[in-house]
């Protein structure tokens, strides 16, 4: 199903709004779950304020249940717009177990 406009509204709202809000983000080196190319390539972030996450949360959870299956799902986070300058990379990964 598709994202409801209003939601896809605030989503591309929002971006448009801040997306020269960008934090870098960096990890420490030692990290053992180090799952992006931060020392080579500039990683971004804009973060989402909580009530956006929450209202996110659950307009889109239904679908994504839906999508899975029907599989029960749980809301975890949203972290915000993640932006990758060329040559960075993301390793896939789990978030939680």
């Not at 809000?21 to 080196?29: F, G």
């Not at 040559?87 to 978030?95: E, F, S, Y």
């Amino acid at each position: 199903a598709p994202v409801p406009s209003s939601v896809w509204a605030s989503i591309t709202t929002f971006y448009h709004n801040n997306q020269h809000a960008l934090i870098r983000e960096e990890w420490q080196p030692t990290t053992a779950h180090t799952y992006v190319n931060f020392w080579e390539a500039a990683v971004y972030i804009i973060p989402l304020p909580p009530i956006l996450k929450r209202e996110w949360h659950i307009a889109l959870q239904p679908l994504v249940s839906t999508w899975a299956g029907g599989v029960p799902i749980e809301p975890t986070d949203i972290y915000g717009f993640r932006v990758y300058t060329r040559g960075a990379w993301l390793l896939a990964h789990v978030d939680r177990e």
